[in-house]
């Protein structure tokens, strides 16, 4: 037989009483995207790297020079505020708003430690790094550091912080041999970085946040060194208008454009349609997948805990709502794409059905294309002013499979795509299935994988399309003793999602979580 769906989880039955079909917890949606953050970063950031830099050969004054101890008693704390936000039947996991404002704040607690650990422990690990090469200066290097267990071999996008200098944005990056790297600006913006060096008083340094594209290869669990410099040119205005240095602007060239909106990194080739969702089709094997980026809103009259639709529900897809589309960026090895989308949907849900009155919804994503990258980024930016919907992104694949997996605790999860009979139980079933950053569909060599950070909730149907739903948000006013809560569960605001689509051929099970697990942790 089967093996059984893990004891955390359990299907809807034809029984007389009711069985929550998700035991992780309520409001997961308010709490996914931070206990993600924190789980990956200290499991897969913090711990690997303590453990390089205190096997480094060079130490500053032979210990840890950015705290007074080894950071083993900050990580312990980060995960006790971290554990006390996973109970399910106490603090967290059945309550109401006040409560989940509490957890919130030992989720800050909880960020604010991983956050500081990783700016010095990663200073640390460039303390130590040999930046002599090519004859650069030392204070012009950054060290990027390369957590996952994928190999980064192309082109890749990196936050660097650089020194602020007036009228002068003209940077050069260089490898360790001094060959210059092509690359493209994707980001900019001035911030404020602390410095928590031990034993000196706090200090914020004004920089230059930039976020660039550029050609790298660092292994796994490795790192690479890259230098920069900032160029200006020079010219006395009371002496003319000659320069007395000059300095030649770069501009990546070319493009990854080869008709319309149709775009081609190599080993795909995408094209917006006028409705702002994406087709694209694998060189490698000829497959098309078409409508992929829709999004579905419908209404949600659940709780905390399971998706509810009212009895008289409205389904608003986007791909029948107008859409506006601009290339942000195009060159040879990057182009950036935004798509924003105006749904006109129900303001919120009453007497099982959702009213009459609508607001528009924009749904904003930003698409990253990478020259010969088979994986499609996305970032969808959403400002909610509704109430009692839930917004989903669909991805149909029109692959003929019966299982699909999804990453649970400790296994790669099948699940089967027909759902049972649900015309009799006594708890509606939420067709929904738990996800922790990735999920995959496979016909043949065909693999189509999805990757999140801290999006719990996805589905596969069982229709022709096959097609994927990964949920962004959830928006309800049914709170734990109150139908007409106005708490937290209402997710009212701007939010930010960031996942990806992966198109590969013939990838194993276990290649995925890898590619997964490299998405969730980014390059520091």
Same mark, same amino acid.
């Given at each position: 037989?089967?093996?059984?769906?893990?004891?955390?989880?359990?299907?809807?039955?034809?029984?007389?009483?009711?069985?929550?079909?998700?035991? %992780?917890? =309520?409001?997961?949606?308010?709490? @996914?995207?931070?206990?993600?953050?924190?789980? &990956?970063?200290?499991?897969?950031?913090?711990?690997?790297?303590?453990?390089?830099?205190?096997?480094?050969?060079?130490?500053?004054?032979?210990?840890?020079?950015? =705290?007074?101890?080894?950071?083993?008693?900050?990580?312990?704390?980060?995960?006790?505020?971290?554990?006390?936000?996973? $109970?399910?039947?106490?603090?967290?996991?059945?309550?109401?708003?006040?409560?989940?404002?509490?957890?919130?704040?030992?989720?800050?607690?909880?960020?604010?430690?991983?956050?500081?650990?990783?700016?010095?422990?990663?200073? *640390?690990?460039?303390?130590?790094?040999?930046?002599?090469?090519?004859?650069?200066?030392? #204070?012009?290097?950054?060290?990027? !550091?390369?957590?996952?267990?994928?190999?980064?071999?192309?082109? #890749?996008?990196?936050?660097?912080?650089?020194? %602020?200098?007036?009228?002068?944005?003209? !940077?050069?990056?260089?490898?360790?041999?001094?060959?210059?790297? @092509?690359?493209?600006?994707?980001?900019?913006?001035?911030?404020?970085?602390?410095?928590?060096?031990?034993?000196?008083?706090?200090?914020?340094?004004?920089?230059?946040?930039?976020?660039?594209?550029?050609?790298?290869?660092?292994?796994?669990?490795?790192?690479?060194?890259?230098?920069?410099?900032?160029?200006?040119?020079?010219?006395?205005?009371?002496?003319?208008?000659?320069?007395?240095?000059? *300095?030649?602007?770069?501009?990546?060239?070319?493009?990854?454009?080869?008709? +319309?909106? #149709?775009?081609?990194?190599?080993?795909?080739?995408?094209?917006?349609c006028p409705n702002g969702t994406l087709q694209v089709r694998v060189k490698e094997t000829g497959r098309t997948y078409r409508d992929l980026l829709t999004f579905e809103d419908c209404g949600d009259v659940g709780d905390g805990w399971n998706y509810l639709p009212p009895a008289f529900d409205s389904r608003i897809l986007s791909s029948a709502c107008p859409a506006d589309i601009s290339v942000e960026k195009d060159t040879a090895f990057v182009t950036v794409l935004k798509i924003v989308s105006r749904m006109r949907i129900p303001a919120a849900a009453e007497g099982g059905k959702r009213t009459e009155e609508g607001k528009d919804l924009f749904v904003e994503s930003r698409i990253t294309l990478k020259k010969?990258?088979?994986?499609?980024?996305?970032? &969808?930016?959403?400002?909610? +002013?509704?109430?009692?919907?839930?917004?989903?992104?669909?991805?149909?694949?029109?692959?003929?499979?019966?299982?699909?997996?999804? $990453?649970?605790?400790? @296994?790669? /999860?099948?699940?089967?795509?027909?759902?049972?009979?649900?015309?009799?139980?006594?708890? /509606?079933?939420?067709?929904?299935?738990?996800?922790?950053?990735?999920?995959?569909?496979?016909?043949?060599?065909?693999?189509?994988?999805? /990757?999140?950070?801290?999006?719990?909730?996805? $589905?596969?149907? @069982?229709? $022709? *399309?096959?097609?994927?739903?990964?949920?962004?948000?959830?928006?309800? &006013?049914?709170?734990?003793?109150?139908?007409?809560?106005?708490?937290?569960?209402?997710?009212?605001?701007?939010?930010?999602?960031? !996942?990806?689509?992966?198109?590969? &051929?013939?990838?194993?099970?276990?290649?995925?979580?890898?590619?997964?697990?490299?998405?969730?942790?980014?390059?520091?």
């Open positions: 037989p089967p093996p059984r769906p893990p004891a955390l989880f359990f299907y809807t039955e034809t029984r007389p009483y009711y069985i929550a079909q998700c035991l %992780v917890g =309520s409001e997961m949606c308010i709490r @996914d995207r931070d206990n993600a953050f924190c789980e &990956t970063r200290l499991e897969r950031l913090l711990s690997p790297l303590n453990f390089l830099v205190l096997n480094l050969p060079k130490k500053p004054r032979e210990k840890h020079f950015r =705290s007074a101890a080894p950071y083993n008693g900050f990580f312990e704390e980060a995960w006790k505020l971290l554990l006390q936000n996973h $109970a399910h039947d106490s603090i967290c996991g059945c309550s109401v708003t006040p409560t989940h404002r509490d957890t919130k704040n030992r989720f800050k607690n909880a960020r604010e430690i991983v956050e500081v650990c990783s700016q010095n422990l990663l200073a *640390e690990l460039a303390e130590n790094a040999n930046t002599a090469g090519a004859g650069q200066d030392r #204070t012009d290097a950054f060290v990027i !550091y390369n957590p996952s267990q994928c190999e980064i071999d192309g082109v #890749t996008a990196v936050e660097l912080d650089l020194p %602020v200098v007036p009228e002068s944005w003209n !940077y050069r990056f260089f490898d360790a041999e001094g060959n210059r790297l @092509d690359y493209c600006e994707l980001e900019a913006e001035d911030v404020l970085v602390r410095d928590t060096t031990f034993s000196t008083l706090i200090d914020f340094i004004h920089t230059r946040r930039v976020k660039i594209a550029l050609p790298l290869h660092i292994p796994a669990g490795g790192y690479q060194t890259v230098y920069h410099k900032i160029l200006a040119s020079e010219r006395d205005l009371e002496k003319g208008w000659e320069f007395q240095h000059f *300095e030649h602007p770069y501009r990546p060239g070319g493009s990854q454009r080869v008709r +319309g909106l #149709t775009f081609d990194n190599g080993p795909l080739e995408v094209t917006v010969g990258d088979t994986r499609i980024d996305v970032e &969808t930016r959403v400002d909610n +002013g509704c109430k009692n919907h839930r917004l989903r992104a669909m991805f149909p694949t029109d692959l003929n499979c019966t299982t699909f997996r999804t $990453a649970i605790p400790f @296994d790669f /999860y099948a699940w089967p795509v027909a759902k049972r009979d649900n015309t009799f139980t006594k708890e /509606y079933d939420s067709g929904v299935n738990p996800n922790q950053g990735a999920m995959a569909l496979r016909e043949g060599k065909d693999v189509f994988a999805l /990757y999140d950070l801290g999006q719990y909730e996805c $589905a596969v149907a @069982d229709d $022709a *399309e096959r097609t994927a739903y990964l949920t962004l948000f959830r928006s309800f &006013t049914n709170e734990v003793g109150s139908f007409f809560h106005e708490g937290l569960g209402n997710q009212l605001g701007p939010q930010t999602f960031r !996942y990806a689509m992966d198109f590969l &051929t013939g990838t194993e099970d276990f290649e995925i979580l890898r590619r997964a697990e490299a998405f969730r942790l980014g390059l520091s």
